[in-house]
């Protein structure tokens, strides 16, 4: 199940589980659409993965307890901003490799 973590790794923007600006790769690595798009260039940092949009769980239990009640996002802020010109040099060897095949 995933995570939800509650902010962006690189600015700690705030991400509430309903957030549309939410990113997340293969490994869960969360980002806000901001910083993927202006500072990652849809390039994890941690992975080299690509990004999605994190999906929304649902606030009210529609069937059988699949709910932010009963599966609370997570708590755990993860905040390590990336160096921007480490990060410039490590995507620009697979920036241009689309992220399926990465």
């Given at each position: 199940?995933?995570?939800?973590?509650?902010?962006?790794?690189?600015c700690n923007a705030p991400l509430p589980p309903d957030s549309l600006k939410a990113?997340?790769?293969?490994?869960?690595?969360?980002?806000?659409?901001?910083?993927?798009?202006?500072?990652?260039?849809?390039?994890?940092?941690?992975?080299?993965?690509?990004?999605?949009?994190?999906?929304?769980?649902p606030a009210r239990n529609w069937k059988n307890g699949n709910d932010l009640v009963?599966?609370?996002?997570?708590?755990?802020?993860?905040?390590?901003?990336?160096?921007?010109?480490?990060?410039?040099?490590?995507?620009?060897?697979?920036?241009?490799?689309?992220?399926?095949?990465?």
């Amino acid at each position: 199940m995933l995570e939800l973590r509650p902010s962006c790794e690189h600015c700690n923007a705030p991400l509430p589980p309903d957030s549309l600006k939410a990113r997340i790769c293969s490994f869960e690595c969360t980002f806000c659409a901001h910083c993927v798009d202006t500072v990652l260039g849809d390039v994890c940092p941690n992975c080299g993965g690509g990004f999605a949009p994190r999906p929304i769980r649902p606030a009210r239990n529609w069937k059988n307890g699949n709910d932010l009640v009963h599966h609370a996002a997570g708590t755990r802020v993860v905040y390590k901003p990336v160096d921007a010109e480490a990060h410039a040099a490590f995507a620009a060897e697979i920036r241009d490799v689309p992220p399926q095949q990465r």
